[in-house]
């Protein structure tokens, strides 16, 4: 029979609002962890990235939050907006092991309600 | 800059059939990925290429599945015979490649592949 993809978290917002999107990693060896949107249609766009040897980094409307202690994630949107709808995924690298692999996380759907 | 080019956007194909992507990236990356993305999951890598040569292809299942870069610019990525679980958006995406200061990947958008 047809194949069925696994069913995404989602995250319904209403615009205006901060968005939190959260992931898990496995691997304590990257060197970096990134956030990527992707809109229907779309491959994947790079939002923001983060050292492994830092805690916080903000950019225009976000802020990558990383615990290497549990492992977690954080990708923070200021003042949501309609154009923020899309899959946000978060992905792993290790630079010098597998040869700058990207390894991605299962997807989070955000929907911003105008 | 022009990104990344892929062609088709969509095919569908019955099983058993053959298919071929076609990917060209930016001008001057040195490495070239191709991702299956099914649906629901997040990207994942079937081979790289750096130049003309393969750096990983431990995830391409190699009985149906066949890429190539010869002249280390435009690439194409071939499925024969394809099955059902095959169906899924085929990414390609580039990058300047190693000792360059940056990873950074710029993707393209992607062939969406129906296999019926």
């Known amino acids: 029979g047809e194949s069925v993809g696994l069913h995404l978290p989602t995250l319904s917002v209403q615009e205006g609002d901060n968005s939190i999107i959260n992931c898990a990693y496995s691997?304590?060896?990257?060197?970096?962890f990134i956030w990527y949107k992707q809109e229907s249609g779309k491959g994947p766009q790079f939002i923001i990235d983060i050292r492994s040897n830092m805690d916080k980094r903000q950019g225009q409307r976000v802020t990558v939050l990383l615990n290497k202690t549990v492992k977690h994630l954080s990708l923070q949107i200021a003042a949501t907006q309609p154009g923020d709808s899309a899959v946000y995924f978060c992905?792993?690298?290790?630079?010098?092991?597998?040869?700058?692999?990207?390894?991605f996380g299962q997807g989070t759907e955000l929907s911003v309600k105008p | 800059e022009a990104g990344v080019a892929q062609s088709p956007r969509y095919k569908i194909i019955e099983k058993r059939q053959s298919v071929a992507f076609w990917c060209n990236p930016i001008s001057g990356h040195a490495t070239l990925y191709w991702y299956q993305q099914i649906l629901g999951q997040g990207p994942k890598l079937l081979i790289q290429f750096q130049n003309n040569g393969v750096v990983d292809d431990s995830q391409l299942p190699k009985d149906r599945f066949s890429a190539e870069r010869l002249k280390g610019v435009d690439s194409t990525l071939k499925i024969q015979p394809a099955k059902l679980e095959d169906s899924a958006v085929y990414l390609c995406a580039s990058s300047l490649g190693p000792g360059q200061g940056t990873y950074e990947q710029y993707f393209g958008p992607g062939t969406r592949l129906t296999v019926t």
């Open positions: 691997n304590s060896a990257s060197d970096y």
């Open positions: 992905a792993e690298i290790s630079l010098y092991n597998q040869g700058g692999k990207l390894i």
